[in-house]
């Protein structure tokens, strides 16, 4: 199933580069952890000040299955190297849910296989 993508540029100028990486890497999280319902990513250049150059901030809201995964990286000068950073550490936050998800279903399991009252 292809995960749902809202991408929001404020502030800036759309760049079909920097959507294509999005779609790209918001399509290898589905890898990850197949249950993700909805990816949401903000892309923004709050303030322009002539002696800090451009600076982009990226919100990152990944929707699974009785939760929401929120990632923020604030302050990059490169938009590009911003998403990277922001779906990186999407990635690892949506690994460790799945690691809790499958503990949980173990847990779940021998709960159910215990009180069944059947021989091991």
């Not at 999005?22 to 322009?48: D, N, T």
């Not at 000040?49 to 699974?64: A, I, K």
């Not at 929120?70 to 938009?79: C, K, P, T, Y």
């Amino acid at each position: 199933m292809q995960t749902p993508v809202q991408i929001v540029l404020h502030e800036f100028a759309h760049s079909p580069a920097l959507e294509a990486l999005i779609r790209e890497k918001a399509g290898k999280l589905s890898g990850v952890f197949p249950r993700l319902s909805r990816c949401h990513i903000a892309v923004e250049q709050p303030h322009r000040h002539d002696s800090q150059g451009r600076l982009f901030n990226v919100r990152l809201t990944l929707h699974v299955p009785g939760n929401e995964i929120v990632v923020n990286r604030h302050l990059q000068e490169d938009a590009q190297v911003a998403v990277r950073e922001a779906f990186e550490a999407a990635r690892r936050e949506l690994e460790e849910h799945a690691g809790k998800v499958r503990r949980d279903m173990k847990q779940r399991c021998a709960r159910t296989a215990a009180g069944s009252g059947e021989p091991s």
